[in-house]
């Protein structure tokens, strides 16, 4: 039972003596570790409000505010052509 508890501490000791310093030079060369290390903003931009749909007139027949394009009311299906 020791001996496997020794063998898994052998291998893991060897795992962080190699294969730490390999991560390292890996994002070194990568340009990876500058990413991580890079200061992030504070905060976050603020969110662009949607923009509210063009009314462009009004319907003949009801009167209500129509959209551009529209070629049928759709309050009361009056043609807009």
Do not use: E, N
Request: proline fraction near 14%.
């Amino acid at each position: 039972m020791m001996m496997g508890f020794g063998l898994v501490f052998m291998l893991l000791i060897v795992l962080v003596v190699i294969g730490l310093p390999l991560l390292l030079v890996a994002l070194l060369a990568g340009g990876g570790l500058a990413a991580v290390l890079r200061p992030r903003p504070s905060h976050d931009p603020a969110p662009v409000p949607p923009t509210p749909p063009a009314i462009a007139r009004q319907c003949p027949t009801c009167g209500r505010d129509i959209r551009l394009g529209w070629s049928v009311c759709p309050f009361c299906g009056a043609a807009l052509t």
